[in-house]
């Protein structure tokens, strides 16, 4: 597609459950990120994939959360037990090498209640 | 710790004057990047400048970067309205790709 597609863009989910949000970069960027924002707060890296590469997972919060990389293309961010304080804007962004400018996606608004 | 801290945290200025947000990073940079966001969603890539660059422009920004002080500028010349944002700058460590964001300058340009 033209740009970096995330759904959904929003998602309410209770206490304890799991949840998936997906990622669609650019056609042919090979690096993505997954970056978590809290309100009114700055852009936390989470995880970094490029090419076929081991992805940097350092930014993880705990081992709840994992990220994976179909075939180069498609992200999924997983969330398993969540907890309130996982509630944030999850942005998604990708580039052609990595260390360019990214283009981001609109994000998913997650809400734990 | 944040890589990228900027200052101040918000501003506040009137149509038509320039605003200057400033940046400042630890370790050595391959590039730094200013980034704007509307509404916290998605951020818009602004302008991009490399270590070995000192200015650079792009329509009404213009971004400095001083890498013996470990700090950057943008400035956006003749402000309007609609450049009510977020901006935030991004750093790419030397020999690496983990981009590492500040916490951003809320600039709010009054009409």
């Known amino acids: 597609g033209a740009g970096v597609s995330q759904s959904p863009s929003n998602k309410v989910t209770e206490k304890g459950k799991d949840v998936e949000l997906r990622c669609d970069p650019i056609s042919g960027h090979t690096a993505l990120y997954w970056y978590r924002q809290s309100l009114g707060q700055g852009l936390e890296f989470l995880i970094y994939?490029?090419?076929?590469?081991?992805?940097?997972k350092s930014g993880l919060p705990s081992d709840r959360f994992s990220a994976e990389r179909t075939g180069g293309s498609v992200s999924t961010l997983t969330i398993q037990r969540t907890q309130q304080e996982d509630s944030a804007v999850y942005l998604c962004?990708?580039?052609?090498?990595?260390?360019?400018?990214?283009?981001f996606g609109s994000g998913t608004r997650l809400t734990v209640v | 710790s944040q890589q990228g801290e900027e200052d101040p945290q918000a501003l506040s200025i009137q149509e038509g004057e320039n605003a200057t947000m400033n940046c400042s990073y630890k370790?050595?940079?391959?590039?730094l990047q200013w980034y704007r966001q509307n509404s916290g969603r998605g951020l818009v890539h602004l302008i991009l400048?490399?270590?070995?660059?000192r200015e650079k422009h792009s329509g009404r920004l213009r971004v400095t970067l001083d890498t013996s002080k470990k700090s950057s500028s943008l400035l956006i010349t003749a402000s309007r309205a609609a450049d009510t944002a977020s901006y935030f700058c991004a750093t790419v460590p030397t020999g690496g790709f983990k981009t590492i964001f500040g916490a951003g300058t809320r600039l709010f340009v009054k009409a």
């Open positions: 370790t050595s940079i391959n590039n």
């Open positions: 400048i490399r270590s070995n660059e």
């Open positions: 962004a990708s580039s052609i090498g990595g260390r360019d400018g990214y283009t």
């Open positions: 994939f490029q090419g076929n590469s081991a992805p940097d």
